[in-house]
């Protein structure tokens, strides 16, 4: 069993832990007296200094996507970590182009069998590349790896670009699998994030005496199915109201109550902006949300 599925099987059955990023600082001693600086040439630029990590990425976000274009909700804190923007013709780790893309789409038919074919080879292979610099970053100023990977996605961006690029993030990431949040465009609250986990690229067999519920939500445009992998705890429930969704999963969690996990397959049209509202409607009953590109969720 893998770290990713035991991680997983925590939050499912159990309860999840979740590690937090450590502060960095550096720290020297008291500069001397600066001498007057001298008259800079027009073509050397200084810094814009910019107060913490939500600041730096809604000025990148304003000058790569739009901030415009975000996908509107209220969500939660944004934690530092390493930033990847997506947009329609490139995806983006901190300010570096590291893959482009085709109408949001990658062009890239090979799939890494490190994500089980989930992602494409040069995506990994670009991720792969930014850990190890990350690591070697890390151990020159004995610091931890982040663990956090924050993603902000066009909102029309199809939700298989998004589920493929973080599915290369977290299989590249050595030694565990990292946290992930959506960047969200919160009116009057600045940017926000909303946290999610990824289902294992091979699927995910629920142990006896897990306890879980299995439950799992496959939707495209209008169209929801809600079922559990035992039909005799929760019954299949097929609409195409977000309103009558929100009632189902309530009545779920009054026969549930300790239940927290649900597991989210965006089918076929949907983009990003589809993908956060649906997973808006189901975090008030069930907020530890985990997407899927449709692997198997097997109960014995």
């Not at 970590?81 to 983006?92: A, H, P, S």
């Not at 994500?115 to 292979?125: G, K, N, Q, R, T």
Request: some cysteine.
């Amino acid at each position: 069993m893998t770290v990713a599925t035991r991680a997983l099987l925590r939050v499912l059955g159990v309860s999840l832990a979740v590690a937090s990023l450590p502060a960095l600082a550096l720290a020297g001693p008291p500069a001397a007296p600066a001498a007057p600086p001298a008259e800079r040439p027009a073509s050397v630029q200084s810094f814009e200094r910019l107060p913490g990590f939500a600041a730096v990425v809604m000025s990148h976000i304003a000058a790569s996507i739009g901030l415009d274009v975000l996908p509107a909700a209220a969500g939660f804190t944004l934690e530092a970590g390493v930033f990847v923007t997506l947009g329609l013709d490139r995806v983006q780790v901190f300010d570096r182009d590291v893959a482009t893309l085709h109408s949001g789409r990658s062009t890239d038919t090979h799939g890494a069998p490190e994500c089980a074919h989930l992602c494409p080879v040069s995506l990994f292979d670009a991720f792969q590349a930014e850990w190890l610099a990350l690591a070697i970053e890390s151990s020159e100023r004995v610091v931890e790896i982040p663990n956090n990977v924050v993603i902000a996605a066009h909102g029309q961006l199809p939700a298989e670009t998004l589920l493929a690029a973080a599915y290369a993030a977290a299989s590249a990431r050595p030694l565990r699998p990292p946290s992930l949040a959506l960047v969200l465009g919160s009116s009057g609250r600045g940017l926000q994030g909303q946290p999610f986990m990824l289902l294992p690229p091979q699927g995910l067999e629920l142990g006896q005496g897990s306890a879980a519920l299995g439950l799992q939500l496959q939707f495209t445009r209008g169209r929801y199915l809600l079922r559990a992998e035992d039909p005799g705890v929760v019954r299949a429930v097929r609409t195409e109201s977000l309103a009558a969704l929100r009632a189902a999963l309530r009545e779920i969690k009054k026969r549930h109550l300790g239940k927290q996990a649900i597991i989210v397959t965006p089918g076929e049209g949907v983009n990003v902006g589809d993908l956060v509202e649906v997973m808006v409607a189901v975090r008030a009953d069930f907020p530890r949300i985990v997407l899927s590109a449709g692997q198997d969720v097997i109960l014995p």
